[in-house]
């Protein structure tokens, strides 16, 4: 028996605060392949406003974290579409929900500059304060909505050099998503801190 020895973080299950599934399935795969485990915990914490998905992630985990008392994570995330000045940014869930992708893709009727990039901003809180982790992925606004996996933008998310939407190849999402850049870089970050 570990009588009295402190438990390795690589054992212990991370706290993953979000009320979207989607997300914690994507966080649960993504970081099971980097050797970290979650579980999902959900509270109610009015968010931030604002336009940038990092302080918006910084202050809910702050706040997550005075509630709970535990180390934690969440995050906050967008799509940011260049013709229509980075609008829904990180107000893409109010966004989807009063639009839906078809409204997006109505507001960009004619619009041949379709750039737009995906973040995510994770943030982690303990007791020695919050970090942050910040994710992107470039690509372009389809025409029209395509595939049926995924959540929300996936439909008409087309990451820089490929043909597919994320709905139509989760795989694809999988390998170069936002959510994978900033998971990737908040892993590496705990690896180190176990470290040391
Ligand atoms: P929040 O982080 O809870 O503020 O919501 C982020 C919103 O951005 C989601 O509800 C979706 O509308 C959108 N979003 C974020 N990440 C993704 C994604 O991976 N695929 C599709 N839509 C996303």
């Avoid at 918006?56 to 969440?74: D, S």
């Amino acid at each position: 028996m570990r009588t009295g020895a402190k438990r390795k973080a690589s054992d212990m299950k991370l706290l993953f605060i979000t009320g979207n599934r989607h997300k914690f399935l994507e966080a649960e795969s993504i970081l099971k392949g980097c050797g970290v485990k979650i579980e999902h915990g959900s509270l109610s914490i009015p968010e931030e406003r604002g336009e940038d998905c990092e302080a918006i992630a910084a202050a809910a985990a702050r706040a997550a974290y005075r509630a709970l008392k535990k180390p934690l994570f969440v995050e906050d995330s967008g799509l940011f579409i260049e013709s229509l000045n980075g609008f829904p940014g990180a107000y893409s869930a109010w966004a989807f929900g009063k639009l839906g992708a078809d409204g997006i893709l109505k507001l960009m009727t004619g619009t041949v500059k379709r750039g737009a990039e995906f973040v995510t901003a994770i943030a982690y809180a303990d007791e020695d304060g919050v970090r942050t982790f910040v994710g992107a992925c470039k690509g372009t606004v389809a025409p029209m909505q395509r595939g049926s996996t995924g959540f929300a933008y996936d439909a008409i998310f087309v990451p820089e050099g490929q043909s597919k939407t994320f709905a139509e190849d989760p795989e694809l999402k999988a390998r170069v998503s936002h959510r994978r850049m900033a998971l990737e870089k908040f892993a590496k970050w705990l690896e180190e801190k176990e470290k040391s």
